[in-house]
């Protein structure tokens, strides 16, 4: 079972880190992703990466800010957020896919419950 937590309250320009853990200890067996939907808008891509953590992919309006990273030794992936802005509010959601990496919500099997961030101006 997927748990994101790190969210919370933070100005404009500041960062946070997020985790997702996994109860199951299966995230190094998985690509995974980190998904965000705010209030009234559909869910959107943020980063994802492969298994190995050889390689990475963003959203367009994320890239440069956010980092992903996993430690699978820990069972742990990390979304390390920079400059974060208050359109970066959203719910944060942290994905597994067996077989699949990148931006597609279908692509992925198991999800967890969200952790709220919110940036104030």
């Known amino acids: 079972q997927l748990q994101a937590s790190g969210g919370g309250l933070v100005q404009a320009g500041g960062s946070l880190r997020l985790s997702c853990e996994d109860s199951?200890?299966?995230?190094?067996?998985?690509?995974m992703g980190w998904f965000r939907q705010a209030p009234g808008k559909e869910r959107e891509f943020v980063a994802a990466?492969?298994?190995?953590?050889?390689?990475?992919y963003y959203g367009d309006s994320v890239k440069g800010r956010f980092t992903i990273g996993r430690d699978n030794g820990k069972n742990t992936v990390y979304l390390q957020m920079n400059i974060l802005k208050p359109e970066d509010t959203a719910a944060y959601y942290c994905?597994?896919?067996?077989?699949?990496?990148?931006?597609?919500?279908?692509?992925?099997?198991?999800w967890g419950q969200g952790t709220l961030v919110t940036v104030s101006s």
């Open positions: 199951n200890h299966t995230v190094g067996n998985y690509a």
């Open positions: 994905a597994a896919s067996q077989n699949y990496v990148g931006s597609r919500l279908s692509g992925y099997n198991y």
């Open positions: 990466i492969t298994w190995t953590g050889t390689r990475t």
